[in-house]
Structure formats: C-alpha cells, structure tokens
C-alpha cells in the first residue's frame, strides 16, 4: 500500500494554521513520479547529450577558421554522413579532432572556439542556476509557492527545449540563452522535487499508522507489509533501527530513480532513431536533426509536468508575515527577494549548527566529486588508453545507465535482505565504487601485466566496471538523497535541498582538474586511479561517524517540533528573524511610494 484516496485527514496535530496534513495518496506519488520522470529525461538526453553537440553544430554553421576568418567551417556533405558524425560525437562528446583546423566564433569580437562555445554556456548555466536556487530556495518553503515554483521551472525548462526547433545558426546565441534556461530550470526542479519527498514521506498513512501503534515508538516500525500490517524495523550490525519515513523515503525515492533512468534510456533510443532517420533528409541545416530530438525532450517534460500539476497537493509551509500588507505588487516582489536571499544566509547558519548535517554534506561533496571524476576519468581513459571507438564507448554508457536502473530497485531489496541501515547502504556503495580504481591500479603489477588482461588491459574490461559504477549510482542516488532528508529541519526543506544542490554541483570540476593536472605530469592516466582511490575513501569515515538519531532530533528541535504541540512557535519566531532584514528596504520602498 503506497499511498489513500484523497481526502482523508490523518489526525496529526498540525505544526501551522495552513498545514496540510491530508494523507499521501497514490495519485500524489503518481504525481511526483511523473514529474522527476521527466526532468530525468532533460538531464540524460538533453543536458547529458544532445544540448552541447547542437551548441557546438550551430556555432560550427556560423563559424569560421581560425586561420583566415573568411573560409566557413561547414562544407557541404551529404546529411546522412554530417549526422552520424554529429551522433557519435554527442555520445562521446569528443573535441574538434587534431588534424582539423580549428573553427572559431566571435560573438563578442574576440575568437571562441565552436568545441569551446559549449563548455562557455554551461558554466554561465551553473552560475545562474546557483543565483536562481538562492533567489527562490528558502522562499519556496513558505505558503503554496512550492509546488507553483515546481511547475514554473518544469514550464520554463521544457519550452526552452522545445524552442530549439527554431534556432538557426545565424542566430546561434540564442540557443545560449536557452540553455542557461533550461539548466537552471532543472536544477530548480529537482530541488523542489526533493523537498517534497520529506513531506510525501511523513504524512504517508503507513507511517502514520507506524507512528501511533501503540507500544512500538517510531524509531523502531519501518517495514510496511503488503498486508498494510506493520513490523519491527531491520537492524544494522550497530544495533540502530530505520524510522518509519526514512524507510519508505529511501523506498519512494529509489522507485524515483529508477523510473527516470528507464525513461532515459528509452527516450535515447528513440532520439538515436531519429537521427539515423533524419540523416536521410538533406536539410538546409545539418543541426536540424539535433533540434527536432531536443523538441521531443521538451515535449516530454511539458507532458510529465501534467500529472504533477493534477495531483500534487500544494503542501504548504509556514506563512511569512507582515508581507501581505505591502504596497505595490513590485515592492512585494522585491521584498521576497531580499528576503530569500537573507533567509539563504540564515539557512547557512542553521545548517553550520546541525552537526550531522555538516559532516553529511562534507561528505556528500566529496561523495559528488568522486562520482564526476570517476565517470570522466574512465570515459577519457576508455578512449586515449584502450582506444575505444565511439560505438563502444556509446555501448558502455547504454550499459551503466541499464545497470544504474537494476542498482535502483535492487539496492533496497539488498538492504533488508541484510539488515542494513541506509548509512551502512551508501557505506557499501561507497566500498563498491572502489572496485574501479583498484581494477586499473592492479594494471601495474608485473604479474598481471604478464597475463595480457587485467587492471584494464583490454577494452572489454571496462564493461564490467561500467557496470559497477551504474549499480553504485543507483543506489547512491536515491539513499543519500533521502538520508539528507532525515537530516532536515521540517518546514525548510527546499531551502537545506538547495544547499545540497549547491554542494553537489560546487564539487564537480575539483576532482577533474586534478586528475588533469596528474596527467600533465605523468603523461597517462593510469597514476590517476591512485588519487580516485583516495577520494573515493574519504567520504566513508564521515558518513560512518554521522549520529543519524541526533541529527534527526537536532533537525526537529531546531523547527520547534520536538514532541510539543505548540513548540511550532519556535521556528516561527527564527522566521520572523529573517523578515527583520528585508525591513529596511520596505521602509524605503513605502516612502517612495
């Protein structure tokens, strides 16, 4: 049983005068669902795939050599010969080959390479998109604007896609703009996607019906049986039992992750047929293809933001004060700005006294690093070292996101299997991925060189690790994201969410640019498997160390929550904190008016 029919009130006490406490009902979770379904599909196929190559194809049409500034860089060749061309290279995302002369842009009166013009826009897109998840991040935890910001992001996100269909390459910066939109959109989206998930979580009826048996306290009832019967949660090898909500949190969360990467993978297909199709046609331009796969990926987004827009309950949080009264509808608008920005700042200072939640998210960067360095690192290593052709390449990505869906739906099944609890889960994940740089390392003992396989001697050997790491990534996925979730003070969930976000994403170029640097020096990869080694070591003493108890009762004292029916009070007062900053302005903005 996942869920009710709507309507029923679950008799909790309420925390605020708005709180919406109805019962999670299947229609709800479909809702959600749906909803990250789609967003999956933009990631993989839009963001992870097919964006940078028609960035780069569109600067390619309006560019120019860099030897002369006069001789275009797109020859006329046959479509069907310039797409698959441009299909591989999206796979693989290979740079301009050596023996081309380089293609060049000036957008702004100064040269940018057309392989570059891409990496350009989406830097501009992570810093935006960090701009926008401060801006909206802790404002969206306050009355129904969360699930009203969820379906602006996700309407922003897919036409920005869709609008693809008309960028040309004469005006080719307009397929920057956007993807600065549509990365922010989804980057937003997916926060306020997983500030649900406490939510959905906490008020569903079985956890509910958990909480209240009498003789059993909610730390020790997680496992819901088919029957709708309740027993005694799993116990790792320490003795610590799984709260109810963390448990069907992990639970709905892998269901998620699993459901996206299947979309993906099945959206992929399509659009790979789609190019081959489309080849045959001799358009006007050879981006034309690329643009019509990126109209299907935003089609799919605007359709999986429907049910969520059905069934999705606005969940609201507490009410600001005092910003009802406001004049103009522009002051107000400013106002909330100035105060999501100061509330960001409070957050920081919420967060740095949740202690749990500090070494959690130490260890989530360092977790975020590893994984993007790792999945570069053997994408590059597959093709400088094993000279992987890209129709190899493109099958070990098919392999590892095949395998990250089996990682999703297995990976709780391993967890009662063996009575693990969810940070012993991520440790063994943890301990998996390690298998990789270990593999690549043993390359160096003379014996196993002696065999002519092993330590990745041969090509063949990365499939294997590809599937390891899509296995990891499943479960990692879905159990740090609802493991944080515990960590959360109640009512600040998008806000403590973005700041997840904004460590996840803050760590992906660390790692890369030293194993760059590693390769400089040593002028091959393999002596990079030794750092991997390490980083991906360190997370683990850090999450073992995390007192998921504490952290939870910190969270819940820190929103004025713990076990007093009008505590609530508390966390309304530190709210009201925040609006003290956007004072200033407001008086200023009144005597103007």
């Not at 796979?91 to 842009?105: L, P």
């Not at 570069?376 to 990505?397: C, D, W």
Request: with cysteine; aromatic share 10%.
């Amino acid at each position: 049983m996942e869920g009710v029919s709507e309507g029923n009130y679950s008799g909790k006490p309420r925390r605020y005068e708005d709180e919406d406490i109805t019962p999670t009902s299947d229609r709800e979770l479909k809702g959600w669902y749906s909803y990250g379904l789609a967003a999956e599909i933009f990631a993989v196929a839009g963001v992870g795939s097919f964006l940078p190559v028609t960035l780069e194809q569109l600067a390619k049409e309006r560019g120019v050599l860099r030897s002369d500034h006069v001789t275009p860089c797109v020859k006329s060749k046959s479509a069907a010969a310039e797409t698959q061309h441009l299909l591989l290279r999206a796979v693989t995302r290979a740079a301009t080959e050596k023996n081309e002369a380089q293609c060049v842009v000036q957008p702004f009166g100064k040269d940018i390479s057309t392989a570059s013009f891409a990496m350009y826009t989406f830097s501009i897109a992570v810093l935006v998109q960090a701009i926008v998840l401060i801006s909206f991040s802790s404002f969206a935890d306050h009355g129904t604007y969360r699930k009203k910001l969820l379906l602006a992001f996700g309407c922003i996100g897919s036409v920005s896609s869709m609008l693809f269909i008309v960028v040309t390459p004469s005006i080719y910066l307009l397929g920057s703009v956007l993807v600065v939109l549509g990365v922010a959109s989804l980057g937003s989206s997916f926060v306020l996607l997983n500030s649900f998930l406490p939510l959905l979580a906490s008020n569903h009826p079985s956890v509910i019906s958990a909480e209240e048996q009498s003789g059993l306290p909610s730390a020790s009832v997680s496992m819901v049986e088919p029957d709708g019967s309740y027993s005694a949660a799993p116990e790792g090898q320490d003795g610590k039992q799984t709260s109810p909500a963390l448990a069907l949190s992990n639970k709905i969360s892998a269901k998620g992750v699993g459901l996206g990467y299947m979309a993906a993978v099945l959206v992929q297909i399509v659009s790979i047929g789609m190019l081959f199709g489309l080849g045959k046609v001799n358009f006007s331009s050879q981006s034309i293809p690329l643009r019509l796969v990126l109209f299907l990926v935003g089609v799919c987004w605007a359709i999986g933001t429907i049910p969520g827009a059905l069934w999705l309950r606005d969940r609201p949080g507490p009410p600001l004060k005092n910003f009802g009264a406001r004049r103009g509808k522009l002051g107000q608008i400013l106002a909330y700005f100035v105060f999501a920005w100061s509330s960001v700042w409070q957050t920081v200072k919420q967060a740095v006294k949740l202690r749990q939640t500090v070494i959690f998210l130490i260890a989530w960067f360092l977790l975020s690093d590893s994984i993007a360095t790792v999945s570069g690192t053997a994408i590059l290593f597959a093709r400088t070292e094993l000279k992987m052709s890209t129709v190899q390449i493109a099958m070990l990505s098919i392999t590892a996101t095949s395998s990250g869906i089996a990682g999703a739906f297995t990976w709780p099944i391993i967890s009662r299997r063996y009575r693990l609890d969810t940070q012993q889960t991520i440790i063994g994940c943890v301990l998996l991925m390690e298998i990789i740089p270990i593999y690549g390392l043993i390359g160096y003992l003379p014996f196993v060189q002696s065999w002519g396989f092993g330590g990745l001697q041969k090509a063949w050997e990365i499939y294997p690790l590809g599937v390891v790491h899509g296995f990891v990534m499943g479960g990692l996925s879905s159990y740090c994201r609802s493991f944080y979730g515990l960590l959360v003070p109640p009512g600040s969930e998008a806000a403590f969410y973005a700041l997840y976000a904004i460590t996840d994403k803050g760590s992906s170029a660390i790692g890369p640019a030293i194993v760059g640097m590693i390769v400089d020096v040593a002028g091959t990869i393999r002596p990079a498997f030794a750092f991997l080694a390490i980083l991906i070591a360190l997370p683990i003493p850090l999450i073992y160390i995390i007192d998921t108890e504490k952290g939870r009762a910190d969270a819940l004292a820190m929103a004025g929550v713990r076990g007093k029916p009008t505590s609530y009070d508390t966390d309304v007062r530190e709210r009201d904190s925040y609006d003290e900053d956007a004072q200033p302005f407001l008086a200023q903005h009144d005597r103007n008016d």
